[in-house]
Each structure stands twice: as structure tokens, then as C-alpha cells.
């Protein structure tokens, strides 16, 4: 998370519709900053990505809590954005019934070592595998398994997106990860 310097706090509708311009300006690149390359990351597009960070301003504008620092404010952005992106790719679900899984990246994540040319060249081969595998799954599994890691989304709250028991989520991530671990393992990976 990169720093605010505490404008943020100041998106509240009490204190911001009596600010300068030019500070609103900058909240609202601040705000942009903090939200742009995760929900493009979610949605794949630039435009929708745009509407998304409008819509989420203006809705923390006018329906964000009080809050007495930043770091609530920032949380209660991210599950606003959250909850607007899902909302979205619901509504392009219903036109598209297939998940492109050409657009899943899984990153991996160092732990502040740099990596080696042969652990990068592992982790691409790695990665190109799982979305081949992912590919070869149900597309009910594959968009589990994308609201879960890729979305970050509980058990519960796939299960309320999706109107089934939360245990009806475990089971079927549960069979989604033991096809693909099977797979992998069937490899030699």
C-alpha cells in the first residue's frame, strides 16, 4: 500500500464538499492510485475499470461511515471496490457463460530474496501448467476457484454471491483442488 498522507480522511461528504478543488483533485487521484491496478487486474478493462473508481468515489463520498483514521477508511474502500467489481463481473457473467481463463495470472510471491533465472523460468512453466489445467476443468470449478484466489472472496461469501451453502463451496473447492493437485502431481510437477 503505498502513502496517502492522510487525504483520504478528508472523502468524508462533511469535509469534502468544502475543500479546494485542487484538493479534491488530488484525493481523487489518490483515491484512483489505491484502486486502479486492482480492479484492472479484476475486470481486464481499462473503461469498466474507470466506471468502477467513479461509482466507488462517489459512493464512499456520500455513504462511507465516520471513521478515525486512515486505514479504516482505505478498508472500507477496498471492500466497496470489492463488492462493485463482483457486481460487474456478475452482470457480464450472464452474457458470457465461459470464464476466459487466458486472463488469470497467479503470481508468486518472494520473500524479499531476489529470485534465481532457473526459479523464475520454474514458476512461468509452473504457472502456464495450472492454466492449462484450469482450462481442462469445468468452468463451475474454474470461476470457484477465481472468486476464491483471485478474488479473495471466504467461503461464505462465494456461497452468498452464488446462492448455495457455504458447504456446498467447500465441497466443490475442495474436489476443484484435489483434480488439479492430481493433475499436477500426475506430471512429476
Not at 483533485?25 to 484512483?32: G, K, T
Not at 492454466?131 to 470457484?144: A, I
Amino acid at each position: 500500500m503505498h502513502q496517502t498522507e492522510g487525504k483520504l480522511l478528508l472523502i468524508q461528504s462533511s469535509h469534502f464538499f468544502s475543500l479546494s478543488p485542487v484538493i479534491q483533485d488530488e484525493i481523487f487521484h489518490v483515491f484512483y492510485d489505491l484502486n486502479y491496478g486492482s480492479i484492472l487486474y479484476m475486470t481486464h478493462d481499462h473503461h469498466a475499470t474507470e466506471d468502477i473508481i467513479q461509482e466507488a468515489f462517489l459512493k464512499t463520498i456520500y455513504k462511507s461511515p465516520a471513521v478515525e483514521n486512515e486505514r479504516q477508511i482505505i478498508g472500507w474502500i477496498k471492500v466497496t471496490v470489492r463488492n462493485l467489481v463482483l457486481n460487474y463481473l456478475r452482470k457480464i457473467k450472464k452474457s458470457r457463460h465461459n470464464i476466459d481463463i487466458e486472463r488469470v495470472s497467479i503470481k508468486t510471491t518472494s520473500c524479499g530474496y531476489p529470485e534465481s533465472m532457473e526459479s523464475q523460468i520454474e514458476a512461468k512453466l509452473l504457472e502456464e501448467q495450472i492454466l492449462q489445467y484450469l482450462n481442462e476443468m469445468k468452468p463451475e470449478y474454474r470461476f470457484l476457484i477465481e472468486l476464491r484466489w483471485k478474488f479473495g472472496l471466504s467461503y461464505h461469501e462465494i456461497a452468498h454471491e452464488l446462492n448455495i451453502t457455504d458447504e456446498k463451496v467447500r465441497q466443490k473447492l475442495h474436489r476443484a483442488r484435489d483434480l488439479l493437485k492430481n493433475k499436477l502431481l500426475s506430471k512429476g510437477r
